[in-house]
């Protein structure tokens, strides 16, 4: 996928659509990162931040080497969607 990205009095405006795919809001803020001469846009998000619920928590934890981080809303959202999901996966057997 490719988008035409303008640099506007030293802005930068993401097209809308794009926008909508990654989740980026008005003010939400955006890391840059350079790789050689790419420049690489990102949605900024906070060290521990849950990845189901967005919620920062002293009680959040990691799992999966650090690739999966849960708050206790987020554990116990994802647990309830998998228990949902496990009678279709065993007919599936």
């Not at 506007?8 to 350079?34: A, C, H, Q, S, Y």
């Not at 987020?74 to 969607?81: D, P, R």
Request: include cysteine.
């Amino acid at each position: 996928m490719s988008y035409i990205i303008t640099l506007w009095e030293g802005r930068i405006v993401i097209p809308k659509e794009l926008r909508r795919i990654l989740d980026i809001n008005i003010k939400d803020p955006v890391e840059i990162f350079t790789d050689n001469e790419k420049i690489i846009l990102q949605k900024y998000k906070a060290n521990m931040t849950c990845d189901v619920t967005s919620e920062i928590t002293d009680n959040n934890e990691s799992f999966l080497d650090g690739k999966l981080v849960l708050s206790p809303k987020g554990k116990n959202a994802l647990v309830n969607e998998i228990t949902l999901s496990l009678p279709s996966f065993y007919k599936l057997l």
